[in-house]
């Protein structure tokens, strides 16, 4: 009958490099044997760890009721084990089936009763893992709590900068971007710090409050002061000099990018590991630099090495993720976000 739909099976093939060294043959061979068209496989050439994958979008939409979808190992298809469940449940409820032909997915046919339960268990195996992430993150969290650390992103406006904003918008003649410029703030953070005629506000007062909590405290603690102790005092690194160079800034108007420089993490990958490092502007590698962002914030470190230009994230870098509470699994989202 005219504009009946037949349903089909549908090939999808990835490799993870685009330069060539890997081929998608094999694969296409184990789905052609198994009765998939020639026309209608779909092949990416992509890490699987990367969202874009303009093929198998397409293939995907492709896909109508009654249709199967043939992939030759189940780590083809999905970036994660999370990502595959989804894919597949959107699938059945659009009543496409799915068979994985090789592999430690092989049992799953989801058009069949058996591989229906098979691929139940991996669904149930993806909640429980995303639990896990959950209850870890959350532990990390309320550890950190416990120690002191708060989490987000450190403030921009500090006591020093607070007080340079009171006296310079007392001053009439002050120009209130050039001033905005020199302390690296915006206006919203300025004026929720202080008054257009350099009056505190709620925000600055907290700030000031904050700081003199935590300064009475450090005099009213030994442990953790030092005091008393000269050669402690000392010993103590000086906070605008870099650590790998040793360059510090001698002019008032560089310490605060410099100071912003030294905040960002980097992790180097050497010999198997990973490195964490601190550099300023002078020492900072300026090649293979991968920036690796939290989804919520944008924040993160800074990978630097051969292997971590581009795909994947080497194992050692998912082991400080992990230490650090980042979740990394559908996506990445720091700690402090998760």
């Known amino acids: 009958m005219e504009g009946e739909w037949s349903a089909v099976w549908v090939g999808y093939a990835r490799v993870s490099k685009d330069d060539g060294s890997q081929s998608t043959a094999l694969q296409r061979d184990a ?6 068209d020639e026309r209608a496989i779909y092949e990416d050439r992509a890490s699987g760890a990367k969202a874009d994958r303009p093929q198998l979008e397409a293939c995907l ?5 009654g249709d199967t979808l043939v992939v030759w190992k189940l780590d083809r298809l999905g ?4 990502h595959l469940v989804t894919i597949v449940e959107d699938l059945t409820a659009r009543g496409v089936g799915i068979k ?19 691929f139940g268990i991996f669904a149930a195996l993806a909640e429980f893992e995303r639990e896990l992430i959950s209850e870890r993150t959350k532990a990390g969290l309320a550890s950190a709590r416990a120690r002191g650390r708060r989490g987000g992103r450190p403030y921009k406006m500090t006591p020093a900068k607070l007080r340079l904003a009171m006296a310079a918008m007392a001053d009439k003649d002050t120009h209130v971007g050039a001033l905005c410029v020199e302390l690296d703030i915006t206006r919203q953070t300025l004026y929720r710090h202080v008054s257009p005629t350099g009056e505190l506000r709620d925000d600055g007062r907290k700030l000031l409050a904050e700081r003199s909590t935590a300064t009475s405290t450090a005099r009213t603690n030994p442990a953790s002061a030092n005091t008393g102790n000269t050669a402690d005092a000392a010993d103590a690194p000086d906070p605008l000099r870099c650590p790998d ?4 800034p001698s002019r008032p108007q560089d310490r605060i990018p ?16 990973v490195r964490e490092a601190r550099h300023c502007a002078r020492c900072q590698p300026h090649e293979h630099v991968r920036a690796i962002t939290c989804t919520r914030c944008a924040d993160g470190p800074l990978l630097t090495g051969s292997d971590g230009a581009a795909g ?3 194992d050692p870098v998912l082991a400080w993720l992990d230490r650090h509470q980042w979740v990394t699994i559908p996506e990445l989202v720091c700690g402090d976000h998760a």
């Open 100 to 118: 994985v032909l090789t592999g430690q997915g092989a049992a799953i046919d989801t058009t069949t009763a058996s591989g229906k339960l098979v």
């Open 31 to 36: 789905l052609l044997e198994a009765g998939v």
């Open 61 to 65: 939409r492709s896909l109508r009721e």
């Open 312 to 314: 994947e994230l080497p």
């Open 258 to 273: 410099h100071r912003q420089d030294l905040d960002t993490i980097w992790l180097h990958l050497e010999n198997g590991g």
């Open 245 to 248: 160079c040793g360059y510090r």
């Open 79 to 82: 970036r994660s084990l999370r």
